[in-house]
């Protein structure tokens, strides 16, 4: 597609139940960042895939959070048994090129609430 | 600890001023500074800066960094309800590739 299609749009969810968030980053994009922005914060990295190298997932906050890239393309970020402080927009960027910082282009995010 | 902080959190000023939002950022790891507008969900990009002094334009919209005293400022000139939006900045660091975002500054604009 033409940008970066993240699915669903809008999450609301039991506390306690799983959740997966899916990112469809630009075609041929190399690089995809996962980040988390809770109410009125900044944007809080959570993790980085890049080409086939292992992921940095130095940003996930517990191990209740994991996430995959399969063949390079989509992304899915799972969340285990939420809680109420999970409820953030969480948004995904994909870049063509490693390093060129202009080039990342983020998509809709999903807006997760936890109840 | 923050590393990239961005002043102030919000500001509110009538259509037609000019504002100054402010950003300082970490000297460790930097490659560099990079300014988005986030109006709803998805932030887009404003600038990007490498080279300390260099002023970068774009319409009413102008960023400079000084990699001396490790900040980066974004004037807005003649204000209009359109640029209310976060304003973000964020330190892309060279070692890791991460790009770290401040808190952002809230921008309201008043008819």
């Known amino acids: 597609g033409a940008g970066v299609s993240q699915s669903p749009s809008n999450k609301v969810t039991e506390k306690g139940k799983d959740v997966e968030l899916r990112c469809d980053p630009i075609s041929g994009h190399t690089a995809l960042y996962w980040y988390r922005q809770s109410l009125g914060q900044g944007l809080e990295f959570l993790i980085y895939f890049q080409g086939n190298s292992a992921p940095d997932k130095s940003g996930l906050p517990s191990d209740r959070f994991s996430a995959e890239r399969t063949g390079g393309s989509v992304s899915t970020l799972t969340i285990q048994r939420t809680q109420q402080e999970d409820s953030a927009v969480y948004l995904c960027?994909?870049?063509?090129?490693?390093?060129?910082?202009?080039?990342?282009?983020f998509g809709s995010g999903t807006r997760l609430t936890v109840v | 600890e923050d590393k990239v902080v961005q002043s102030p959190l919000s500001l509110v000023v009538h259509e037609g001023d000019t504002v100054t939002l402010n950003c300082s950022y970490e000297v460790t790891n930097f490659r560099s500074l990079l300014w988005y507008k986030q109006e709803k969900k998805a932030p887009t990009f404003l600038f990007m800066l490498t080279s300390s002094g260099i002023e970068k334009k774009s319409g009413r919209l102008s960023s400079i960094l000084d990699k001396k005293e490790l900040f980066s400022i974004l004037n807005i000139t003649a204000t209009q309800t359109g640029d209310s939006a976060v304003y973000l900045c964020?330190?892309?660091?060279?070692?890791?590739?991460?790009?770290?975002f401040g808190k952002g500054t809230r921008l309201h604009i008043l008819p």
């Open positions: 960027a994909s870049s063509l090129v490693q390093g060129v910082s202009a080039g990342y282009t």
């Open positions: 964020a330190q892309h660091q060279n070692r890791d590739d991460k790009i770290i």
